[in-house]
């Protein structure tokens, strides 16, 4: 297990300097922390004891995890969780620090690590593991933590979701009501809890109109743009469908750039729906519809968790908050 000692070793600076910088009781540099902290990462350390030492005194920092990647437009769904949150924490005196895994799980591993040596006081994630297991050794159990949008295998704790699998039941249930039938689904990568509840809910609305599932018209793909446009290129000129549902918004971007270009009308010749409501879907032509999920409330209901494990400490019971999703019927459909 690494020490002060190493940890000043490897950043060519003294051990009275490295207290400095966890604790905060002298100035330093930006360049010297930087230099710091960047040996406590690579030397995996943890000042455990100087966490529990002061748990009395609150460092007043949340930090925040999401998953965002520079081409995919759910960055403006995680930016308005966090908006959410800000606005809470603000309010209370608390300071927010925000983390980017990029949906890779050594990046949120390694970020999770690094806020463990920066003393916060709980931490609010959008995971990108499938399985709670692949944290084991990351959380140091000296801070409370909320995971949001997303529930991994195995976790049992805090969580604040929209329900995607019924905001997929109703929008693929309007579809069935009128009238069509062979109705293609488009996702990103199944595993995530958000994926797997959104394919569950359309496939429910078709078990409820006695339709048989075709995995054909299933298609699953990297989210992103490129992906979207293939995938419904695949399910109109493969499988001739006559509605699509996308249930990632940058894939969403990509099918109606396919259709488009191919001069297919909507909803004359296909229908579409898309997931989350953004202003651009709004001023398309038609106008798109939308499964519209609560995203600011999101973060309000998280943060708000959050605070109660601080100022209170941990209670039996968990909280398990599902919030609804609002289909939105425009003129695509």
Not at 34 to 52: E, R, S
């Amino acid at each position: 297990m690494a020490r002060i000692k190493d940890v000043a070793k490897a950043a060519n600076v003294s051990t009275a300097t490295v207290s400095h910088v966890i604790n905060g009781t002298r100035y330093v540099s930006e360049s010297t922390k930087v230099k710091v902290y960047q040996a406590m990462k690579q030397l995996d350390y943890k000042p455990n004891l100087v966490a529990k030492s002061l748990r009395s005194r609150k460092s007043m920092i949340i930090g925040l995890i999401v998953p965002m990647v520079y081409t995919d437009t759910s960055n403006f769904f995680f930016m308005s969780i966090a908006n959410g949150i800000e606005t809470i924490v603000k309010k209370k005196g608390y300071n927010l620090i925000l983390g980017n895994s990029h949906e890779d799980l050594k990046t949120e591993i390694d970020q999770i690590k690094l806020f463990n040596t920066q003393l916060i006081d709980g931490l609010i994630i959008a995971p990108t593991a499938s399985k709670y297991s692949e944290y084991e050794d990351a959380f140091t159990g000296d801070y409370p933590v909320v995971f949001i949008d997303r529930k991994p295998e195995g976790y049992n704790g805090d969580i604040v979701m929209s329900d995607g699998y019924l905001g997929t039941f109703e929008a693929v249930s309007t579809l069935l009501e009128k009238g069509y039938q062979k109705i293609g689904f488009i996702t990103g990568h199944l595993g995530i809890s958000t994926s797997n509840d959104r394919l569950t809910g359309y496939m429910k609305a078709l078990d409820e109109y006695g339709i048989q599932v075709d995995q054909s018209l299933i298609k699953e793909g990297s989210p992103g743009f490129s992906e979207g446009y293939k995938l419904a290129e695949e399910l109109v000129n493969e499988e001739g469908v006559t509605a699509i549902f996308v249930s990632n918004n940058v894939m969403t971007m990509g099918a109606l750039k396919f259709l488009n270009e191919s001069n297919i009308l909507i909803p004359g010749d296909i229908a579409i729906i898309g997931f989350d409501d953004y202003d651009w879907m709004k001023i398309t032509t038609p106008p798109l519809s939308v499964v519209e999920q609560p995203s600011y409330e999101m973060g309000e209901k998280a943060v708000n968790i959050l605070l109660k494990r601080i100022e209170e400490g941990e209670k039996k019971g968990k909280e398990n908050i599902l919030l609804p999703t609002n289909f939105i019927s425009r003129e695509s459909i």
